[in-house]
């Protein structure tokens, strides 16, 4: 079991920026691929962005356009996710995910195929 702790979340103006922390409770964390995804109000669950175990292969989903990157460092068992020029449409909570399939060389895109989640931070982007 896998135990995942976001932080970082805030509200910030339209514009602005902010950046994620995920921490994980098991060392073996460290060799699972790992992702954010995001829920706002009224609307499905939508992926933003995965990481492999290594940092070699990364997705972002198409909406993120070069604002947000993600990155890890897996002596801190922690996943971060920078977001810059943020606008109104990136208010949600943000999970952080894990897919304990382990040494992973490719990341999945589909929120279903990753074992764990956090219980997520409030992002609001005001205008």
């Known amino acids: 079991q896998v135990h995942l702790v976001e932080s970082g979340g805030n509200l910030v103006q339209s514009g602005g920026s902010l950046k994620l922390s995920c921490a994980a409770s098991?060392?073996?964390?460290?060799?699972?691929?790992m992702g954010w995804f995001r829920q706002a109000p009224g609307k499905e669950r939508e992926n933003v962005a995965a990481?492999?175990?290594?940092?070699?292969?990364?997705w972002y989903a198409r909406f993120v356009q070069g604002r947000f990157t993600i990155s890890r460092d897996n002596a801190k068992r922690t996943v971060y996710l920078e977001m810059n020029r943020l606008n109104p449409e990136g208010t949600a909570i943000y999970y952080c995910?894990?897919?304990?399939?382990?040494?992973?060389?490719?990341?999945?895109?589909?929120?279903?195929?990753?074992?764990?989640w956090g219980q997520g931070t409030q992002v609001t982007v005001s205008v």
């Open positions: 995910e894990a897919d304990e399939k382990p040494y992973g060389v490719a990341v999945n895109t589909y929120i279903s195929a990753y074992d764990y």
């Open positions: 098991e060392l073996t964390a460290s060799s699972y691929a």
């Open positions: 990481i492999t175990w290594s940092g070699a292969s990364i």
